[in-house]
């Protein structure tokens, strides 16, 4: 069977897919030219799939689905990366386009607003930590094991999202206005991991007490700081200059110190 293929139009809105698009069925044909022998096919395939209850993925449905995804991670590196340098409200539906060389329709067919991209890149962010610090917390290994591998967690977090430190800084310096409850969730669960391990350390008498809020701050404040310093480091016109913040630090000399730093500060 043999399809000549008519790739999604990204210069124009497309409508979400149905539920019976889902199921695999006719509507996957809109967009493509089939001929007459591969239609006669194509319509034997759907009877079997109709009465079997098997999916079927026809090669336009894979390419479409290749390129919808394509499009999206697009829009969201495009976004991630003008949030994270010009915040909020400096940046623009059209601005994000322009960087992502889509239409600005593509982005309203992924995304229901300029604040519903925002707060998915944020979300994708605090999320994925979550999962990985709450599996830490979790674990059966010793409290100080678990805390030297939640600041590796977050170093690593700062390396696949670098737009993350900047985005949350300038928002938590603003107050937050554009955390809903479900991101604000996705924080929470990164900070009760963090007082998890601390309450286990405690509990085996290898932490002391300490106010669990400031320990979190203590821990992963400068991990933040280091990340935004980077990006300041990172511009060509700072290469040059003579200035000892400006240094370059590898993440494993991070990861050891702040290791380090946390278990002095958390010893009896």
Partial sequence: MSFIL??????????????????GHVSHLKGCRVDRQSRFELTNQLVINSVSGTGVETKMTAAKRTTTTSTRDSVFDAAAALFSANGFDGVSMDDIARTAEVNKAMIYYHFADKLALYRAIIGDGLSSTGDTVGAIASGSASPETKLDAFIEAFVRMTEARPWMPAMMLREIAEGAPRLDPDTMQHMR????????????????????????????????GPIIINAARERVAEQPERKNQDFPMLIEITHEQVIAHSQETARRMLKP
């Fill in 6 to 23: 008519k790739p999604p139009d990204e210069f124009s809105p497309q409508k979400p897919r149905s539920a019976r698009d889902n199921d």
């Fill in 189 to 220: 669960t990164v900070v009760m991991s963090f007082i998890a391990i601390l309450k286990q350390g405690q509990a085996a008498k290898v932490f002391r007490e300490i106010h669990p809020i400031l320990a979190y701050e203590s821990t992963i």
